[in-house]
Nanobody, 123 residues
Framework: QVQLVESGGGSVQTGGSLRLSCAAS????????MAWFRQVPGKERDFVAF????????RYADSVKGRFTISRDNGKKTVYLQMNSLKPEDTAAYYC????????????????WGQGTQVTVSS
């Protein structure tokens, strides 16, 4: 059974930093493309960042480029999202996702999802 468990969310002020983690089990993590999405109530789940299985390829939403960094540790089966210079508009529930394809920015392409972790940025 595949499980993705996010942690590291919380409340910070504008300009602050958080590091999200997503621990995976039950899948061949080293061959999985991993991504972070975020969602606010009443809106669709939006792409944030993606990292390929070998870490050689990453991609970011324009809204987070230069502020967020995605990374992974295949030995620990964990993917991270370092979030710096946080803004109120970054407030959302953040979800980790995994898929065995070629990587995607579209949520429908992902096979497995975590339960989400809330990030709240106050002004």
């Amino acid at each position: 059974q595949v499980q993705l468990v996010e942690s590291g969310g919380g409340s910070v002020q504008t300009g602050g930093s958080l590091r999200l983690s997503c621990a995976a089990s039950g899948l061949t993590f080293g061959l999985s493309q991993m991504a972070w999405f975020r969602q606010v109530p009443g809106k669709e789940r939006d792409f944030v960042a993606f990292i390929a299985w070998g870490s050689s390829t990453t991609r970011y939403a324009d809204s987070v480029k230069g502020r967020f960094t995605i990374s992974r540790d295949n030995g620990k089966k964990t993917v991270y999202l370092q979030m710096n210079s946080l803004k109120p508009e970054d407030t959302a529930a953040y979800y980790c996702a995994a898929e065995r394809g070629v990587g995607s920015i579209w949520s429908d392409d992902y096979d497995y999802w975590g339960q989400g972790t809330q990030v709240t940025v106050s002004s």
